[in-house]
């Protein structure tokens, strides 16, 4: 199983105030990859993205990942089985003993009830918060088919955040690339997906005291300061 170093924190901080480990659900494009690692910077704990997980196995040719590829190139969810267990090994590394935060998982029922029961069974048992980020289906297209990413996973946007010079990432001057599910065509199969197995995953999860709706159509700074405030209500329920 392998994974990107990217998503591991960069230096401890303080997470005495997180409410438990943190779930951010949304359609595809929303922006929960892009929060997921400022939360990591601010927090110093881990992203675990299994879109990350399950593309790092594409490129280093595993058989994970040659049994995900042609899903998710159609815009289709690889199987819970498959994908529990990844998450199940992702947990139990050390760096997640003082919290992470889950992006793109759970994402089926069958997910969020594995997850559900494999936290409720761990001996540092905390409860989960889920933050839903909303965004319109028009504004998903546009966001999705702009996307362009670093293979460190750095994340631009040639209508709302092009790198300084095209097709480059500013960091690490590395090429940047289109997924090949951020075409329109499975974008449309992707939110048809997310419809069908995602919207109930939220509903699972929209409890009060353990949920909170943030409006993604912002700024990401602002985005991320309504998801600290959402993080803060949480906590004080
Ligand atoms: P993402 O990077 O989160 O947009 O995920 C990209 C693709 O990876 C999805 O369209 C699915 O094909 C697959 N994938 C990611 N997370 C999951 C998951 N939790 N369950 C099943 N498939 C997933």
Request: with cysteine.
């Amino acid at each position: 199983m392998t994974n990107d170093s990217a998503t591991h924190p960069p230096a401890p901080a303080d997470t005495t105030f997180l409410p438990g480990p943190v779930l951010l659900l949304g359609a595809p494009g929303v922006g929960k990859g892009t929060q997921a690692k400022l939360l990591m910077a601010e927090y110093g704990i881990p992203q675990i993205s299994t879109g990350d997980i399950l593309r790092a196995n594409i490129a280093n040719g595993t058989a994970l990942g040659k049994v995900a590829k042609s899903l998710m190139d159609q815009g289709q969810l690889v199987s819970d089985d498959l994908v529990n267990q990844m998450v199940a090994e992702r947990l139990a590394e050390p760096d997640t003993h003082r919290g992470y935060i889950l992006d793109g998982y759970p994402r089926t029922i069958n997910q969020a009830l594995w997850v559900d029961n494999h936290l409720a069974a761990a001996s540092t048992a905390l409860p989960v918060v889920a933050i839903s980020i909303l965004v319109d289906y028009k504004k998903l297209l546009h966001r999705i088919t702009g996307r362009r990413i670093s293979p460190a996973g750095r994340i631009y946007n040639i209508y709302t955040s092009p790198p300084a010079v095209p097709g480059i990432c500013d960091v690490d001057g590395s090429i940047l690339v289109q997924r090949p599910d951020d075409s329109e065509e499975v974008f449309a199969e992707r939110m048809k997906t997310f419809e069908a197995q995602t919207a109930p995953v939220v509903e699972h999860y929209r409890n009060p005291g353990r949920f909170q709706e943030v409006n993604g159509d912002l700024p990401v700074e602002a985005v991320t300061v309504a998801i600290n405030a959402a993080l803060h209500k949480l906590r004080q329920t």
